[in-house]
């Protein structure tokens, strides 16, 4: 194997293992879920996180990892020394966030915002967000006893 592949295999593992160390800490999302979020499956992420790929990873699948993850992918990119090959996608537009999310954001980022709270906050969010659905017309359609 030339140098220089042997090289970009541990430059982009290294990349890799960053952003999978920056999704657990910042979001506390496991494998699993980085997988479900950028689509890409556990088994490729393992294999660029080991440096065990025999040809060089697709470019679609690094693009939905690092969107998936919030990155740019031409850092993956470069990484990769791909700084040309960039495909071009045109990414949608966001959608408005909602004023208590981007406040929760906030008091996340926040340094003076204590670790114990941050915790609390993603331990909350998290609950909401896989809980089930709650009915919403369990209510509806009921004759009230008289």
């Known amino acids: 194997m030339p140098e220089s592949t042997h090289g970009r295999k541990i430059a982009f593992a290294a990349f890799v293992r960053k952003a999978l160390e920056d999704a657990r800490t910042t979001r506390a999302w496991t494998g699993s879920e980085v997988a479900r979020r950028t689509g890409v499956s556990r088994q490729t992420?393992?294999?660029w996180v080991r440096g065990e790929w025999a040809s060089d990873p697709e470019a679609e699948r690094v693009v939905a990892f690092c969107e998936g993850l919030g990155i740019n992918p031409t850092?993956?990119?470069g990484v990769l020394g791909w700084a040309d090959a960039a495909p071009t996608r045109s990414a949608p537009a966001a959608p408005p966030m909602?004023?208590?999310v981007e406040a929760?954001?906030?008091r996340l980022v926040d340094p003076n915002v204590s670790d114990?709270?941050?915790f609390h906050i993603r331990e909350t969010v998290r609950y909401l967000a896989y809980r089930p659905p709650?009915?919403?017309?369990s209510r509806k359609g009921r004759k009230r006893a008289s």
């Open 45 to 47: 992420i393992n294999r």
């Open 75 to 77: 850092v993956a990119f």
């Open 98 to 100: 909602d004023p208590d």
């Open 104 to 106: 929760l954001l906030r």
């Open 116 to 118: 114990a709270e941050k």
């Open 134 to 137: 709650v009915p919403s017309d």
